[in-house]
Each structure stands twice: as C-alpha cells, then as structure tokens.
C-alpha cells in the first residue's frame, strides 16, 4: 500500500497523529503508530510501525525509529506529579525495536540523547538522563535515572546502570557486566563486580588519537590504577609529572568531580 502525502509527509492511514505535532518535510509514519501533541519530527526521519512517541518530544532529522520503540513516557518515577518535562533526540540517531525512553522529571526538566547514536533493541532510557553523541548501548541495556552517558561510549548488552551513575568519553563497557560506580574515560570496563582492564587502546586509535596522547593517558591510568596511591595522591603526581593535554585534563577532572566514587 503506497502512503498518502501531506505537505511533504508520508503517514500510513492507520497512523494517528495529532494535529499539534510538527513532522518536518520528509518525515515518514508507519502503520499503527501513534505521534502525541507537541511532538517535533525533524526532517527525514522514519518512524516505523507500532511506534509510540507521547507528548513534549523533540526527535531531530533523519533518525530511525524502528517497530515498537517507545518515547516520551512519563518518568517511572514515584516523585513524579505530571509536571511538564521533555525528551529531546539528537540527528541521525536510530533506536531499535522496543526501546523506550522516558521524558524528565521536575530535577531537570529533560531527557537527552545525542546525534549519531545507536540504542539497539529493548534498551531502557530512564529520567533524567544524558547521553552525549555516538554513544552506542546494545541490546538490553537498562538505565536508572540521571545517568550520564558522555560522547563516544559503548555499554555492551544486558548491563544495568545504576542511578546518577557517569561514564566517560570512548570508554568501552563489556557486556553483562553491572555499573554501580562512575567509569573513568578511555577505559575499558566489564564484570560483576566492575572492573577495569586498561585504556580502551583500539578505541582510541580507531577514532584518531595519537600515540603520544594515548601514551600520557596511559602514564594517568597508572597512577590511579597500577600504584599504591589513593585518588588524592595520583592527582598530584597527575598534575606534576603529566603533560596538560585535554585528553589528561578530562581524565583527571572526572576525578575531581565524580560523586558517586570511580569504579576500580
């Protein structure tokens, strides 16, 4: 069955769609699926069949939202009392079968997921949450509120997130593990309970990190991971004996700032 055009738009005849939400030319609605009021649809993307998105969501263009995934719920949060809150996806994101991504609550007002992401099927995106861009979740992943998730992250399947949890930029987290703690950037990560194996080093020099970069957050990782010092200790050797590049700089302010305590 071909599907029927309106102002650039292709919505199924069994989709519903209401009048108070934007889809942007390109835009494409599945059968079955269902697209609340105040909800914004960037340009070129694909919404599949049996998609829910509720109200107060903002999907930016060309994403894939494929059978089943669901967006904009309201928080499962016994805090919550209907306030007004949002969901906000990047571009060029895809979000696979049966996902479901909750809006905010009143502590932040938002739920965010970055540009060029893939959340693969089943994933669970909680409250309150903050994923940066390229972040990768396999199947099954399940976030807890208020995690943050920065730039460039790959969580292997079947891992549970705990609350306000942060993991850093390129870290790499293998699959069944449990995080309960804040994992450190360019790491990798796996196990129940957590535990860390080194610079995720093909990462890096995938992604265009230089030998010399990767050799300094190497020397860093030693000093908290490969020594006798406490968190305190490996800070000020950091600061004495490492070069002041960004990548060093990121790697020992998540340190300086992790409320949670790091995952060792």
Partial sequence: MSLPSRRG????????????????????VGPFSIIGPEAKIGPGTQIGPQVLIEADVTIGAECVLSKGAVLGTAPQDLKYK???????V???????????????????GLTSVGSDCLLMSYVHVAHDCRLGDHVILSNAVNLAGHVTI????????????????????????????????DVPPYVKAAGIPLQLYGLNSVGLQRRG???????????AYRL???????????????REELRAIPEVENFLAFFENSQRGVSV
């Fill in 9 to 28: 738009v292709e919505i199924h005849p069994t989709a519903l769609v209401d009048p108070a939400a934007e889809l942007a030319e390109g835009v494409s």
């Fill in 82 to 88: 209907g306030e007004p809150t949002r969901l906000v």
């Fill in 90 to 108: 990047g571009d060029r994101t895809v979000i696979r079968e049966y996902a479901t991504l909750n809006r905010g609550t009143a502590a932040s």
């Fill in 150 to 181: 920065e730039d460039w992250v790959i969580v292997g399947g079947m891992t549970p997130v705990a609350q306000f949890v942060r993991i850093g930029q390129h870290a790499f987290v293998g699959g069944q593990s449990r995080i309960a703690k």
């Fill in 209 to 219: 990190f230089s030998e010399e970069v990767r050799r300094e957050l190497k020397r």
């Fill in 224 to 238: 908290f991971f490969a020594s006798a010092h406490n968190t305190t200790q490996a800070l000020n050797r950091a």
